[in-house]
């Protein structure tokens, strides 16, 4: 069965650090994503990333980056500078494709509430 | 790109009494389509998904259902509620769209069983 854990239940920092959210994966298949999306508190899940399991290019988009290391089944992700806006919870997740094109169920981590504070 | 309508957003319904939450999807075709659902503090989990009309399958046994009477209708009912059914429901699509293979979620339905 697959599985994902955010050991990291919540996250405090001030303004401007940098922060790191955790993500360990399993998972028996060979082709699968990994997904990160932030739910702010309005609740819709706002979509960051989708990294497939044969692309372990690290990913730079503004402050966001991620990791990808199979070798320890991690997919962790860097918020650089953070800002208060970036307050919200983050979900890190894996998908059991359905077939074809399709990325499939998803499997979520129990979340990471970051909070940034002023 | 996909969107979802999801209504309603917010819901407040007794122990007992029945539920239907609707999903429609708009800007793809034959989509896979789940429903998702969270409870207070903790991660989503899938309740349901549907590979076409009529298709359900049920992840996790519960006093929930689903139906998908058309392509891009994706509904989630219970008969009688419990208070264990309280929770945030997202719907999410999965298909071809303008700019490639999108997956996608509805804004949510808030529902809280007294």
């Known amino acids: 069965a697959q599985k994902v854990t955010q050991a990291q239940t919540e996250i405090s920092v001030v303004e401007k650090e940098d922060v790191t959210l955790d993500c360990v994966y399993e998972?028996?298949?060979?082709?699968?994503?990994l997904f990160w999306y932030k739910q702010p508190p309005s609740g819709e899940l706002v979509f960051l990333i989708r990294r497939n399991s044969f692309d372990e290019q690290n990913e730079i988009s503004g402050r966001y980056s991620w990791n990808f290391q199979k070798s320890t089944s991690s997919f962790n992700f860097t918020i650089t500078a953070s800002q208060v806006v970036d307050s919200a919870v983050y979900f890190c997740a894996l998908s059991e494709a359905l077939g074809g094109t399709s990325y499939g169920k998803l499997t979520f981590g129990q979340g990471t509430i970051l909070t940034v504070h002023p | 790109s996909q969107t979802i309508h999801q209504w309603p957003a917010t819901l407040v319904q007794p122990v007992g009494s029945p539920l239907s939450l609707e999903c429609t999807v708009e800007g793809t075709s034959n989509p896979n389509l789940y429903w998702y659902r969270q409870a207070a503090g903790r991660g989503l989990q899938l309740l349901f998904y549907s590979v076409g009309i009529g298709q359900i399958s049920s992840e996790v046994p519960q006093n929930l259902s689903a139906s998908r009477p058309q392509d891009r209708q994706f509904i989630l009912s219970s008969k009688k509620l419990l208070l264990s059914d309280s929770g945030f429901y997202l719907c999410a699509s999965e298909g071809e769209q303008g700019d490639g293979y999108g997956y996608t979620f509805g804004s949510g339905t808030r529902l809280t069983v007294v």
């Open positions: 998972t028996r298949d060979t082709t699968y994503y």
